[in-house]
């Protein structure tokens, strides 16, 4: 008797931990199933509202509609006979941004994903969970079109008052900040979900975590991820074991006991991010970069080959093309000028491209300038690294030839970026460079490092030709800033165009028809369930 109930706990002990995940799993759903209910006459109230709202609208709808952009997003949802589709899909698409108001690229991208969504999905509902409790949708709607000159329907944009954002915060988890703020995002995230259940979500901020508990507590509502960054990288798994002292922060942080225990607690948070990411449906990074490591933690199981696309943030490429020439004429207002612009900090190595431009200046005939322009942030060392620059400039006896401009007002850098004939940039694995993008759309011939964003993502061959050169050592650069001073007027006029013309790929109607691409996918999702 004994030995047979015995031999029937056995038998069920292996079960117990699959009961148990069972259990959990069910949980989870059931609190989706109470939120979703509870949410439901909110999100009738919200869509009945805008109904109403559209309906008055469209009295007075005159021709304002027809901006451009409108009209290339509405063919990239044209059906197989050719017409227009009329989707009238009109869900609630959940924007995940804690932070929308703090006005930098991120939100930049959130703001023309927006606006890309609304116009073609007129009737869906953009609703965006946001920690900023003294914004207000018109004042928003106003300063976006003012500072980004992004164009948001007002009526179909919601805003969603998150109140425990203190959660994400770094500060509040002094020890274990990554798996901290990761888990706080969890609370945030049902925080947002008390509030109102979408029918997509989308993070545009970086909380996978929270993208995924979405994904465990409603399995009918498609996931969206924007990353622009992985909450943890592969660098920094390797910068434990460097020595040299050249990775950053971290160098080397993998000595000692204390380094081992941060080795494991590094291990096992990307073996949970990496499980959290592939919960996700769609994927989108912001860069090659951003792709390498995303793909690479976040290995799906679907062994997909467009798994994690790529989506440029928008550029504002298509302003700087108005303002600055590309003609024959132009070129003659061209000088032998190599412009950089960067903010005066150490990690942009202005101190490279003074040793390369020295190298070049002394070989070249036609006397070349240099002009670095960048931001310096007062009371702080940046005002010291600037004085050292210039005593160098004067070491290598390139004082006369090269000026600094420090913290210079708009016209300036544009009045530069019409005369200059070489952009360069020194950075070593800069991520991206907006400024490297704005140079070509300008038609500076580019010389950046050999690294980074700017070799995989912005001076690659264009129509299989070259737009510009790559470098990594003084002697690369400066033969590099030779080569485009030695090339004919008809060549270095040919690479501006190309370049130019490449910059397309960065453009907002590029980010727009992309981005509505990877959402098709989504509404499609959405209807079949
Ligand atoms: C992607 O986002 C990261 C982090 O904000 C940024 O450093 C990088 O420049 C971005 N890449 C692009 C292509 O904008
Ligand atoms: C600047 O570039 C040189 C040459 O590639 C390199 O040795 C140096 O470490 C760089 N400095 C910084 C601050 O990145």
């Keep these: 008797m004994a030995t047979l109930s015995i031999v029937a706990v056995l038998a069920v002990v292996p079960l117990l931990p699959l009961t148990l995940v069972f259990l959990v799993h069910f949980c989870i759903r059931a609190l989706g199933w109470y939120l979703q209910g509870q949410t439901s006459d909110r999100k009738a109230a919200i869509i009945s509202r805008l109904k109403a709202e559209r309906a008055a609208l469209s009295y007075d709808h005159t021709s304002q509609e027809a901006e451009d952009g409108w009209e290339k997003i509405e063919k990239s949802g044209t059906a197989e006979n050719g017409k227009l589709l009329t989707d009238d899909w009109n869900g609630v698409v959940g924007f995940f941004h804690p932070f929308c108001n703090a006005g930098g690229g991120g939100e930049r991208v959130l703001w023309a994903a927006i606006a890309a969504t609304q116009k073609r999905w007129p009737n869906a509902v953009c609703a965006v969970y946001t920690g900023d409790h003294d914004i207000e949708r018109g004042v928003v709607v106003a300063t976006v079109q003012s500072r980004f000159g992004i164009h948001l329907q007002e009526h179909s944009l919601v805003f969603l008052y998150l109140s425990t954002r203190r959660f994400v915060l770094a500060s509040t988890y002094p020890h274990f900040t990554l798996l901290g703020q990761s888990l706080g995002s969890l609370i945030l995230a049902y925080d947002a979900f008390r509030l109102l259940v979408p029918d997509i979500f989308i993070d545009t901020m970086g909380y996978a975590f929270a993208v995924a508990f979405c994904k465990y507590l409603f399995s009918n509502v498609p996931t969206a991820a924007y990353v622009h960054y992985p909450t943890i990288s592969t660098d920094m798994l390797q910068s434990l074991d460097d020595t040299t002292g050249e990775k950053g922060i971290h160098s080397g942080a993998g000595n000692g006991l204390k380094g081992k225990g941060k080795r494991y607690y590094w291990l096992a948070f990307a073996k949970l991010y990496g499980f959290v990411g592939r919960q996700i449906d769609v994927v989108m990074c912001n860069s090659t970069w951003t792709q390498g490591h995303i793909r690479q933690l976040w290995k799906p199981k679907r062994k997909s080959s467009s798994f994690a696309a790529i989506v440029y943030p928008p550029c504002p490429v298509e302003e700087l093309e108005k303002r600055v020439q590309l003609t024959r004429e132009s070129e003659k207002n061209r000088q032998n000028i190599v412009l950089y612009i960067a903010q005066f900090r150490p990690e942009k190595n202005h101190s490279l491209i003074l040793r390369a431009f020295a ?7 036609d006397k070349p300038k240099l002009v670095l322009i960048g931001s310096v942030r007062s009371d702080t060392p940046d005002e010291k690294h600037v004085y050292n620059l210039r005593l160098e400039a004067r070491e290598l006896k390139i004082k006369d030839a090269t000026s600094f401009i420090c913290d210079a007002p708009f016209s300036v850098i544009l009045d530069y970026l019409q005369k200059s004939s070489i ?107």
């Design 359 to 365: 190298k070049f200046y002394h070989a070249a005939q």
């Design 423 to 529: 952009g360069t940039n020194g950075m070593y694995a800069e991520h991206f460079g907006i400024g490297n993008v704005e140079g070509l759309a300008a038609g500076l011939i580019p010389v950046v490092h050999n690294s980074g964003g700017p070799k995989l993502d912005i001076v690659v061959p264009f129509e299989g030709q070259d737009i510009g050169f790559h470098a990594e050592t003084d002697d690369e650069y400066a033969a590099a800033f030779g080569r485009v001073a030695a090339m004919s007027l008809e060549e270095r006029f040919a690479m501006r165009a190309r370049g130019r013309k490449s910059t397309k790929r960065f453009t907002e109607a590029a980010f727009a028809s992309k981005w509505v691409g990877e959402m098709e996918a989504l509404v499609k999702l959405q209807k079949a369930n």
